[in-house]
Each structure stands twice: as structure tokens, then as C-alpha cells.
């Protein structure tokens, strides 16, 4: 991830098995990344959304992997609270992406619906 507020770029791959019988199909991706960081004058938290996106996949065959990225530039980061990070943050206190992903698709020939959702993951805390 870059956060260069002229030229902002994430890019992450992600993978995505089906293991059973059935297709999965109209598989919607909802990624969002958020900082958290300390202000430099105050030392409170804040934690400002900097990058959504929603990638969508139309069908998943039985026993494939399928892999993919979800990428994007300027179109999609919130430049103006990354202009203000990098105007606020306290840099000698820890800065954090924190993620939310809700992905959403049918099984079963479309008609079972279902809906994963992860919220407030961090990255860098596997035990979080």
C-alpha cells in the first residue's frame, strides 16, 4: 500500500476455494481499510476510512481456487484523510490498517444466499 496523497495504490491478492459441489455465484466483495493512529498534539486515537472497494465475481465452479486482487488508485482512497494523517499523526506512536470485508454471494444453483462479514481485522495482531 502506498499512501502518497498524489498517488495513493493498494493492491491485495485474496483467495477464494470452493470446496463443495455446487457453483458459487454473484460473489460481491465489500473492502474497506481504515488507519488508526494517534494525533500528534493530543495523543487521542482516530481512526479514519482511507480506501473502499467492491469487487464482484460471477461464478465460482466446484473444486476451483480462485484467486484474484483487489487493487485501486486515487478513484478509490479518501485523499483528504490521508492529507490529514499525515498532517496529524503522532509517528512515533503505532499506526494500524484496520480492515472490514463483508462478502456476500448464493450457493447451491443460486438459491442458498450467504453473507460473511469481518470487521475491525488487523493484520499485524493474528491473535486480535
Partial sequence: MSLVPSDPLLRA????PNKGISDISNLRIDFKVSI???ENY??????EGIF??????????PWENYKGFIEGGSEYFNT??????WDNANL???????LDINITG?????IIPFKIMIN????ECPSC
Fill in 120 to 123: 475491525n481485522f488487523n493484520p
Fill in 42 to 47: 493530543n495523543n487521542s486515537e482516530r481512526r
Fill in 92 to 98: 512515533s506512536m503505532p499506526v494500524f490498517y484496520i
Fill in 13 to 16: 491478492s485474496y483467495k477464494i
Fill in 80 to 85: 483528504s484523510n490521508i492529507l490529514s494523517f
Fill in 106 to 110: 448464493r450457493y447451491c444453483l443460486g
Fill in 36 to 38: 488508526q493512529y494517534y
Fill in 52 to 61: 473502499y472497494k467492491i469487487e464482484n465475481v460471477k461464478k465460482i465452479n
